[in-house]
């Protein structure tokens, strides 16, 4: 049986790096059988295809907008899971990923059993930022929740001695937390929300400069043409 658990979301955004971190820190603490995969997925949508088609089990540590109290951890399974990533957004990451699902399904290569183990964030408008210390709080109830359920499938992890190094780490040593953090620019050279200095620089100038059209030339398209071909 083919497992992937798989940790999604943007690191760059604060608490929605929450899925990234969740994986890599499981990775850090627990070593599986083969069958087992943990993969960093990141925000590469429709690139994680293969592997969710390819997978039995399928474990998804995400930050979700569930419309609770920030640090609130919520699982769902099955069905539940694409459709609630439907239904509120936060970031593309989580269309394509839906989309990955519905390809899955359509494809009649879906998971035979889906968890998604998500955080109500506190923030995601601090462009650099890292999990807030609530959010991170939440990555080893998370992590639990996610082996208690691989458990009652059989699924068995094994705690390491040592955590691996960071030089192992699934994201890399790079952009491994600590060192993400202790990096970050100040506000001051770096913008945390979108940088306005460009529209308040005096060298600056928008020009509202409309194409001419002209009467004869145009195209007439027709594009509703359901039951006419």
């Not at 997925?41 to 390819?54: E, N």
Request: charge should be negative; include cysteine; glycine fraction near 10%.
């Amino acid at each position: 049986m083919n497992t992937l658990i798989l940790g999604i979301g943007n690191l760059l955004w604060a608490d929605e790096g929450f899925g990234v971190r969740a994986v890599e820190r499981l990775d850090a603490l627990y070593r599986f059988d083969d069958g087992v995969t943990l993969m960093d997925g990141g925000t590469q949508g429709l690139y994680l295809a293969p592997f969710v088609q390819a997978c039995d089990l399928l474990v998804v540590f995400d930050a979700i907008d569930y419309g609770l109290e920030p640090g609130t951890l919520k699982t769902l399974e099955g069905d539940q899971v694409p459709k609630f990533m439907g239904a509120k957004k936060m970031s593309l990451h989580q269309t394509g990923f839906q989309e990955v699902l519905a390809m899955a399904e359509m494809l009649g290569e879906y998971p035979k059993e889906l968890l998604l183990v998500g955080v109500q964030p506190e923030q995601i408008e601090d462009y650099g930022g890292s999990l807030r210390p609530l959010t991170r709080s939440r990555i080893e109830p998370a992590i639990e929740r996610a082996l208690e359920w691989l458990a009652e499938r059989g699924i068995h992890a094994e705690r390491r001695s040592q955590p691996l190094p960071p030089e192992q780490a699934l994201a890399g040593a790079e952009l491994r937390i600590e060192r993400y953090e202790r990096f970050r620019p100040a506000p001051e050279a770096a913008c945390r929300v979108g940088d306005d200095r460009v529209i308040r620089d005096p060298d600056f100038h928008i020009e509202y400069k409309p194409h001419p059209l002209d009467p004869e030339r145009a195209i007439a398209c027709d594009v509703d043409h359901r039951g006419k071909y």
